[in-house]
């Protein structure tokens, strides 16, 4: 049987469920998240964000030309993210020169790894990895001032629609991969979701190391 991304959605919801659903998004739907817990949050995630943005280059350079349009899409949101997170820093008066926590370290260490792997290992990281931020920031539902911005940067309807199209792009290459190869995919999605929550709770639970040197 050949592994979908809707399929492991399924076969791992509570894994997923983990990943997506977390006190640190419900305290900023409530409006109670310390701003230390989000300012450390914020400035790991653009850690995070710069090492995301070389993988998923290194995603369109294993990827076949078709699936070009959704990848550079993709490339050219977070080269306006970047500058957005900056932007975001600034006006929060946060030093983005500063070191990974432990858990965003591990998190950008295995992005980096999945360099080695078929193309289709690659894809399903690549969906995993936005749909995490997509469903996670919109469940909690409407957010108030200022975490609305936050929120509707990864949950607005566009990029629902992009991470549909890396669903769309992963089950296609699925189709074809080896057992094998299935399997790394799925691997790969357990991975995500387990860093994904590790993320939350680092932001969560750690915001006294947030400019630690
Ligand atoms: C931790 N996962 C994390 N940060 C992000 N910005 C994304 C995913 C983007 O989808």
Redesign the pocket.
């Known amino acids: 049987m050949t592994i979908t991304c809707k399929l492991l959605l399924q076969n791992h919801a509570q894994d997923w469920q983990e990943a997506t659903v977390h006190p640190f998004l419900e305290q900023c739907q409530l409006g109670i998240i310390q701003p230390q817990q989000f300012n450390t949050w914020l400035m790991q ?1 653009y850690l ?2 710069v090492e ?1 943005t070389r993988m998923v280059g290194r995603v369109l350079a294993s990827a076949p030309p078709e699936h070009f349009d959704v990848i550079l899409g993709g490339l050219a949101a977070l080269k306006d ?1 970047l500058n957005w997170f900056q932007e975001k820093a600034t006006q929060r008066q946060l030093n983005l020169n500063i070191k990974k926590q432990p858990t965003c370290r591990e ?1 950008c260490e295995y992005i980096q790894s999945l360099a080695d792997k078929p193309y289709s290992v690659q894809a399903t990281a690549f969906w995993a ?2 749909l ?3 469903q996670g920031w919109q469940l909690p539902g409407k957010m108030p001032a200022p975490y609305n911005e936050f929120a509707q940067r ?1 949950g607005n309807i566009d990029f629902t629609k992009y991470v549909k199209l890396l669903s769309q792009q992963a089950d296609e290459v699925l189709e074809t991969a080896e057992e094998h190869i299935q399997k790394q995919a799925e691997e790969s999605f357990l991975m995500v979701a387990k ?2 929550h590790n ?1 939350w709770q680092m932001a969560f639970h750690t915001a006294q190391f947030c400019d630690a040197e």
Do not use: C, K, R, T
């Open positions: 995630d995070f964000v995301f993210e998190y990895i936005e995490a931020y997509n990864w860093f994904e993320f």
